[in-house]
């Protein structure tokens, strides 16, 4: 259980141009899902809190604006890079916690997407 | 500020012998929760094991257990009879807020060499 899924896993786009990431929980639902970016042989750095049904947190330096957040339902959250440059080219991924159950405080982990802006 | 601070930026181990990764952390928080992830090379990022900081029983999770040190604010994680397949960068985390404005904060990591 508690599987966390991403698409793409994978993606190339133009510099200037928009690429929307999505992230699912597959097997619960989440009324908080979390959107980090990780540079090569980093930490996690977290960029913005998606929460259900309102406005996303973005952590301190962090342009809302060319991270646009959306979590549509209990099951779906997406991050949307807009006019993306070079310098966005990282890898991104997202977390859940279950809304329900035991676990309610342990965040579980997409596989990630890799994005590259030529 | 609240941290988790990992000090060994790469360990290695010979194969089925036993390791231990540090990490400390700082908090006022009196509520909060501590994991260890494991990220291998596919940089999908596995829980590995989870301490409830209100529980003094350390946890275990098969071949991995944890040193919890609420008061020093140490939170080890023990590898025993290492693996191949246990090589990978390991982050210790923290689940922490208030107002229930709860993140992970991660450390920076420490990526464990298993030698054959």
């Known amino acids: 259980g508690a599987v966390v899924s991403q698409h793409p896993s994978r993606v190339i786009c133009k510099s200037g141009t928009s690429v929307k990431i999505e992230c699912r929980s597959l097997d619960f639902q989440a009324t908080t899902m979390f959107w980090y970016r990780q540079f090569p042989k980093q930490s996690l750095m977290l960029m913005a809190t998606s929460n259900e049904g309102s406005k996303a947190t973005y952590e301190q330096g962090v342009e809302k604006d060319k991270f646009l957040i959306n979590h549509a339902s209990l099951t779906l959250s997406t991050l949307t890079v807009t006019s993306a440059h070079p310098e966005d080219s990282s890898f991104y991924i997202c977390?859940?916690?279950?809304?329900?159950?035991?676990?309610?405080?342990?965040?579980?982990f997409g596989p990630g997407t890799r994005l590259t802006v030529l | 500020a609240q941290t988790v601070t990992q000090s060994q930026p790469e360990m290695s181990v010979q194969e089925a012998e036993t390791v231990t990764l540090s990490c400390t952390y700082d908090?006022?928080?009196?509520?909060?929760?501590l994991f260890w992830y494991k990220q291998p090379p596919s940089r999908q990022m596995i829980l590995v094991i989870r301490q409830e900081a209100y529980k003094q029983q350390n946890a275990t999770e098969n071949r991995f257990s944890v040193n919890f040190q609420k008061a020093a604010k140490s939170f080890s994680l023990k590898i025993s009879d290492s693996q191949l397949g246990d090589a990978a960068m390991y982050f210790c985390?923290?689940?922490?807020?208030?107002?229930?404005?709860?993140?992970?904060?991660f450390g920076k990591g420490t990526l464990l060499t298993v030698n054959p």
């Open positions: 985390a923290a689940w922490w807020g208030g107002s229930s404005n709860y993140k992970l904060t």
């Open positions: 977390s859940a916690s279950p809304l329900e159950g035991p676990a309610t405080d342990t965040q579980y």
């Open positions: 908090t006022s928080e009196s509520d909060y929760y």
